[in-house]
């Protein structure tokens, strides 16, 4: 079954402080991973994808397909970075084309001062 | 401005009444889908259009119908509302390459009372 599993519900750190939210997937073929970002009073919007292999606000992830796992990673956490994580597979065996993501139940992330 | 719009935000309505939610989008895309999210778990896709007049049932088995009349506009409709179907009704659309960002809506939160 196609599943993603968010294990944190909330992650609280200080301002500097490294931050990494976990994401693990359970999926037989090769995903599209990515992680969607929702701001307090935002839409979801799309933070990165494992494709594009860029740096997002700070932000990397890094696929690895041996442990099935696509954690966010940010060494030095901001106030601004308090939001709502979510981590989301796109299967590519998908039927007719479309765009179908599969959300796991997301992180809050929480940087105090 | 390119964008994708959902009415009303927020919805109270008793149990038995007919709704509409509204979904618009002036992204110029053909793919549009509609997620549902209940407080604290995933975003599951209950429905998704490839374009006018297609139409499929998601992962998530919905008592909800939607129409693709118009490419930009794409409404989800509860014949009888119920206290079950209270919960947030997020729509989004994408492009038409494979695993392209979704770009969603504010999302419109329904409680059947």
């Known amino acids: 079954a196609q599943r993603v599993t968010q294990p944190e519900k909330l992650l609280s750190v200080f301002k500097g402080a490294p931050v990494e939210l976990k994401c693990n997937y359970s999926y037989s073929g090769s995903p599209e991973l990515f992680w969607y970002v929702q701001y307090s009073r935002q839409r979801l919007q799309l933070l990165l994808r494992?494709?594009s292999r860029e740096s997002i606000k700070g932000f990397t992830a890094d696929l690895n397909k041996g442990e099935t796992s696509f954690h966010l990673k940010k060494p030095f956490a901001q106030e601004e970075d308090s939001a709502m994580y979510y981590c989301a597979l796109s299967p590519n065996s998908f039927s007719g084309g479309y765009n179908k993501l599969i959300f796991g139940a997301g992180t809050r992330l929480a940087v105090h001062p | 401005e390119a964008d994708i719009y959902q009415t009303p935000r927020y919805l109270v309505i008793g149990t038995g009444k007919k709704i509409t939610l509204e979904c618009s989008q002036t992204m110029g895309h053909d793919k549009m889908y509609w997620y549902q999210q209940d407080p604290g778990m995933e975003l599951h896709l209950i429905h998704y259009s490839y374009g006018v007049n297609s139409t499929e049932k998601g992962d998530l088995s919905s008592e909800s119908t939607v129409s693709r009349i118009r490419t930009e506009h794409f409404p989800l409709t509860l014949e009888s509302a119920r206290p079950s179907h209270t919960s947030q009704y997020l729509c989004a659309s994408s492009g038409d390459r494979v695993n392209t960002e979704a770009f969603f809506g504010q999302g419109t939160r329904l409680t059947v009372v």
């Open positions: 494992h494709i």
